[in-house]
């Protein structure tokens, strides 16, 4: 006979529903097992309750012609949360400059109001933190309102879902003092976006655990926002994001994590850059040779591949240049 971990199943149960009370209920109703469909019926009915007590509904946010950005609602996979706001970025709002790990910051094209993208980038579900830059993370509606699933299968999902207490922890243990509402809020502070990035990663960490491909390939990338978010406004020291985004890039490249020339010679370029800015030359050095490797054993060497080959080169035989790093 299966052993139930009640505790557990409670705990996903608030999660999932919000409050205790409504767990409770759920478990008075229908035991320790979790039904989806019973869950959201639970959710819906609890939700429309409400509406009718407050007797209002919500305020719609103003419109701007000249912002940059526009929201959209998904809906969390992991805990079913809906009319989480996504913020994307209005076509040819934003022109975007590449630092030197290819990290874009933007500046505002015509009369669109400056906006950095880097600190709304990551959207965080209010319930249980599960947090991702990327879209395909959430379930969104396509043009017909059908819902489009999102990316992870539900094994993933199971475990980012019972992961959320130790995302709860990110907000008090990344001492940059960010109470929780400030992760929510249109204009994110700079520390408010360090750790939407941080909990971005819980979320990756498990996909890695899970060996998820480009997992340990997005952590690298993750990091390197954090970078730039601390470099662009002088919040803490830069040097530990570049230090963790060199050791996910490693490990990624070393896993094979993201398969593929273009995303080979793309860790390989990081690599690079990486150890070289972190005054690792030899390693840097090391790599490099990797790289020629790889090159040198295809039959026919791949575009996209010989695009990061090319600008790695450019970067190598540029080291010494002084203004190599002011942008
Ligand atoms: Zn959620």
């Given at each position: ?57 919500p305020e719609e946010p103003k419109t701007d012609r000249d912002d940059p950005l526009f929201q959209i609602h998904v809906k969390c996979p992991a805990c079913y949360a809906a009319e989480i706001p996504l913020w994307e970025q209005k076509a040819r709002s934003l022109s975007s400059v590449l630092d030197r790990f290819q990290m874009p ?182 790599f490099l040779g990797a790289l020629d490797k790889v090159k040198a054993d295809m039959a026919t060497v791949d575009t996209m591949f010989l695009r990061w080959y090319n600008l790695t080169r450019d970067f190598w035989s540029e080291r010494d240049n002084p203004d190599l790093w002011k942008n």
């Open positions: 006979m299966a052993i139930i971990d009640e505790n557990g199943v409670r705990r996903r149960l608030k999660i999932m529903l919000g409050t205790e009370e409504l767990a409770d209920d759920y478990i008075r109703r229908y035991g320790y097992t979790i039904h989806i469909a019973k869950v959201n019926g639970l959710r819906f009915a609890n939700e429309y309750r409400e509406k009718m007590r407050m007797g209002v509904a910051s933007y500046k505002p094209v015509g009369t669109f109001h400056p906006a950095d993208y880097n600190l709304v980038a990551v959207t965080i579900c209010p319930q249980c933190l599960y947090a991702s830059p990327d879209k395909k993370d959430f379930i969104c509606l396509d043009p017909r309102r059908n819902e489009v699933p999102a990316r992870l299968h539900q094994g993933e999902l199971a475990a980012i879902l019972a992961d959320a207490d130790s995302r709860t922890s990110v907000l008090e243990s990344s001492g940059l003092n960010v109470p929780k509402e400030h992760l929510f809020a249109r204009e994110r502070t700079p520390q408010a976006a360090l750790v939407a990035y941080q909990l971005a990663m819980e979320r990756a960490q498990i996909e890695s655990a899970r060996n998820v491909a480009f997992s340990r390939f997005k952590l690298g990338g993750y990091a390197l926002k954090q970078a730039l978010i601390a470099r662009t406004y002088g919040v803490g020291e830069e040097t530990p994001y570049l230090e963790k985004a060199l050791e996910f890039y490693k490990q990624s490249y070393e896993t094979s994590n993201a398969s593929g020339a273009q995303y080979e010679g793309w860790s390989l370029y990081e690599i690079v850059v990486l150890n070289t800015r972190l005054g690792n030359e030899t390693e840097a050095g090391a």
